[in-house]
């Protein structure tokens, strides 16, 4: 819904809840789809897992500054809106090999 008192190129557009998860669930499918990974792993026809920093620390014994430093230093890639991370827990790992670290 369009508000009426606002000039054209600032138009206003009021969204439930509901409809913006839609839109930006579908945001994520298309850019998911746009950047395929490049990795021709075994089980490539299986869907990314994403996960968050804690399930990443766990799975990967890691500590929480050490995700953080290699994150700021790309060494391991991962999604960000606003202030939520993610990462696709396959594509971290195949990072870490290639850099020589932790599986």
Known sequence: MKHKNT???LQLFLATEEQ?????S?????ALH???STSQSVNSSAPPEIIDTKTLLSRL???????????QKG??????????IR???????E????KGGKK
């Open 75 to 84: 060494v391991i890639p991962f999604l960000q809106v606003g202030s939520t």
């Open 34 to 36: 746009i950047y395929p």
């Open 20 to 24: 913006l998860r839609s839109v930006l």
């Open 61 to 71: 014994d890691l500590s929480e500054p050490t995700v953080i430093r290699y994150r």
């Open 87 to 93: 990462y696709d827990y396959q594509k971290v790992l």
């Open 26 to 30: 579908e945001c994520v499918k298309e």
């Open 7 to 9: 000039p054209e190129n």
């Open 95 to 98: 990072a870490l090999e290639k």
